[in-house]
């Protein structure tokens, strides 16, 4: 418990998924929280899908934070710090998001670095850990948000090595989990990509404690223990906690497993893709467990304004500099983000999420009820095949001829359909324009191009039902190979 | 349209921007190699082939657009818009050909003239098939309005033609393939 002196004061920090409150009286080395309150907002499913912070989500977190601030002056806090994350750092349109916040309530938001959202959670998540008896002497943090992974190791509380990685659980979801509940096609593809992205990690250290941080890693600690009926108060979880607890996750919808299990809708949507990441990290840095905190970035910003004052922000950014010089170059350098990616990396990225976008239309295109479908899939067909012609060198010969063939096959077949959709609404749109002595010429001409267009239906319904969709994907996860080199013919 | 040219000097464990570069160069010759046909608007498989070269130019932006310059937007917009107006083209050009097949026309663009040049006809063997099936050739009245239809398309085509040709003239002048080039070279 702290002094009743000690001052109070709140932290904001605007995620991808959330916007997160805590007001705390606060010292350099502890923390008397006396709120602490979240809110999906979500701000990163508009960025994934435009780019852009929409209107929606602007008024969405503007009325959030009028509310938060309300509660923290409440409680008399001193100050009010808001600090903005990855969505915020990714959108387009992120100034004219923060003048809108400080004309509409009054705060300024800080968007801060990688790096120092790095160093902010570390101090977070470990200030519990500093307390105890005989804490470890090195230990790792893994803040898991919606759009990026920040991950830091570190020996007797002095940061060895940090990353930030642009793959978080909201945007894990938007691109690969989609469906409710997710179907396991969509695990299995989640999951390579995951496996190959993490392999190409080079870390320094394996921290022998990981302490996970974040909004999916405490609703998943709350889901395990509810759901195998295990110790509410502990904070671990094992490799098998999150093993089963995939698994029930791809068997419910988010709705059940919101209702079962006393979780956000929104949070329990995204959920299965924070498993997948904590899991797919854990086989990573060789960990049989982890320990879950509620803290994270906000208790940072309360322990770090207390302990340097107004110069929080530059000693952090500081701190992070050192942490990056004190890293070697290569033995550590972190794992590539989707723009610094080697060509293979994203090669092999592109071809599974191109593939699988393609894929995704087979089933509104078997229903016949949209011509739209069979447009849509004949574009996600037409990319595929610029991403294989791209990347033709780099990619395994034979596998290359194989898949490209059956992609040419599927852009002919829905080419051949789509080609037919649009003579018919041409002669349509024609025809009511024409004189009436004209019009039984363009109406012979429609009655032929339906039944032509009925034999591609045919043709192209055969074509997919054929399609081994498994095969496909494995075509495009092993097109290029590991430690591959330009082939002969690029 | 033959397969995209393979792309020589692409480095797999180079930055994926380096390599985008170099493949949007490849793509902006091809595109630039089909110019001579422009001035001829009945050259209809050498602008079908500038169409997929605008295409393949396009796609490769957008594939790579996570690492290529910002600048490259509007380059995207303006071949989506010489895709449209080739593509409109070329649609005509398709139904030109059934109409002429339809009314037995030579001229038509069908399988026998282009067996001979081995390429893709304009107009599908299985729908010619079903267009020139006997049990529902067009009545006497059905051809006049096909005729009708025929005179319409080929005005049509004419106004489409014209309407790429000063919109590629235009991005001449402002030498739209240097643009893109600078844009490559940041």
Known sequence: MQDQYSPMRAAIDIGSNTIHIVVARSTPDNLDIVEDQVEMVRIGESVNATREISQQKRDDAIATLNKYKALAEQHGAEQIFVVATEAIRQATNSSEFLQAIQRETGLEVQIISGSAEAVLTFFGATYEVNREPNSPSQVGVMDLGGGSLELITAKNMQITWRTSVPIGSGWLHDRYLPSNPPTYEEVAVADTFLQTYLQNMSIKRFPPVLIVTGGSANSLLRLVQRAFHLDMSGNRLTRDDLVRAIGLMSALPAEEIAQRYEQPLDRARILPAGALIIQKVMTRLRLEEIQVSEHGIREGVLLAYARYGDRWLETVNESADQAEQGKGTKASAPMASPKEETFAQSGRRMLLERTKKMLDWCDEVLKHEDVEAVHKMRVASRRLRATLDAYESCCDPKVFKKFYREVKEAADNLGAARDTDVMLQNLHAQMEQMPDEDRPGVQWLIERLKDYRQERQEALEQFLHSLDEDALKEQAASCIPKGVAANGKG | ?186
């Open chain 2, 1 to 186: 349209m033959a397969k995209a040219r393979p792309i020589k000097g692409l480095n797999p464990h180079a930055p994926t921007g380096q390599n985008a570069r170099i493949i949007a160069k490849v793509r902006l010759e091809e595109l630039y190699s089909w110019k001579k046909y422009i001035d001829n608007p009945y050259r209809v498989r050498e602008l079908h082939n500038l169409r997929i070269a605008a295409k393949r130019l396009r796609y490769t932006f957008e594939v790579f657009e996570e690492v290529l310059p910002e600048a490259s937007r509007p380059i995207v917009k303006e071949l989506e818009q010489i895709q449209e107006e080739l593509g409109a083209i070329h649609d005509s050009d398709v139904m030109i050909a059934m109409l002429r097949l339809c009314l037995g026309s030579q001229d038509s663009g069908t399988i026998s003239d282009t067996a001979k040049r081995k390429e893709k006809p304009l107009v599908q063997p299985e729908l010619v098939n079903d267009l020139l099936e006997p049990s529902v050739a067009p009545t006497a009245e059905e051809r006049y309005g096909l005729e009708s239809l025929l005179r319409r398309q080929e005005q049509l085509r004419e106004e489409q033609y014209n309407a790429f040709r000063q919109h590629w003239y235009q991005l001449q002048v402002r030498d739209f393939r240097r643009e893109i080039l600078n844009i490559l070279n940041t």
